[in-house]
C-alpha cells in the first residue's frame, strides 16, 4: 500500500476484536516506525511503553476509569497498547546518550562536527527553558511527530490504531514510576484488528477541501 492510500484509508477505530493478535514481527516494524520518527535536532525526548498481554493492558486501563472509562474496551480488546511519553526537561544525562548514539552511529566526520552538534542542541534546549520558558510543551511537540509517524505507518501494515487523550495521567504516571524516571504520559495508541462493532470502520473519511486547507502563494 502506498502512503497517500494509506492516508486515505486508515480511521480511528472505535472497537476491537479481542480474539485478533497482530504477529510480533509485525509490531516490531511499528516499534521501528516510533523509533525512527524525526524529532527536532534529533532529541527523541520519549520513551514508549509496550503492553502485548492482557496483564499488561490491564495497568494500562487502570488510567480509563470513571470520566474515562469509554476508552477501556479500547485498551482491553487491543492486541497491543503503547504509551507515549514524554520527557519533562532535557536533562544532561538524556543530552549527553543522543551525543554518544550519535557518535557510534558514525554521524561525526571529526571533533568538530561533534562538538557543533552538540552545540545546537543544546542552544535550543535552552532557547526552549530560558527564553520561552516552554520546554516541556516543546519536548510534547516531537512526541506527536513520533504519533503521526505510527498511526500512517500502522495505516500501511494494514493494523488498525486508537490514538487516545482520554485517560488519568496521573494514575497512569504513578502505576509506571515516569515522574520518578523524568517522564509523564501524554498519549495512548491501540493496535489491533477491527470489530464489527467499529462503526467508524464504514464511515466516510471526512476532510476540509484543499481550498480551504492551503493558501498558496
Known sequence: MNILSAAKKRHTAKAYDAQRRIPEELMQQVYDLL???????NSQPWHFIAASTPEGRARIAKA???????????IN???HVI??????????????????QEQSDGRFRD???????????RSYVNQHRFGNKDVAQWLEKQVYLALGTVLLGAA????????????????LDEEFGLNEKG????????FGYSSEGDFNAGLPKSRLTQEAAFTFI
Not at 523509533?35 to 535536532?41: D, L, M
Not at 520527557?87 to 544532561?92: A, F, L, N, S, Y
Open 35 to 41: 523509533r525512527s520518527s524525526p524529532s527536532s535536532v
Open 77 to 79: 480488546d487491543a492486541s
Open 156 to 171: 500501511a501494515l494494514e493494523i488498525n490504531a486508537t490514538p487516545m487523550e482520554g485517560f488519568d495521567a496521573k494514575v
Open 111 to 121: 571533533a568538530q562536527a561533534r562538538a557543533g552538534q552538540d552545540a545546537t542542541r
Open 183 to 190: 517522564l509523564s504520559s501524554l498519549v495512548l495508541v491501540s
Open 64 to 74: 480509563a476509569q470513571g470520566g474515562y472509562s469509554y476508552n477501556a474496551a479500547k
Open 83 to 100: 504509551v507515549l511519553c514524554s520527557r519533562i526537561d532535557m536533562d544532561e544525562a538524556h543530552l549527553d546518550a543522543v551525543l554518544e
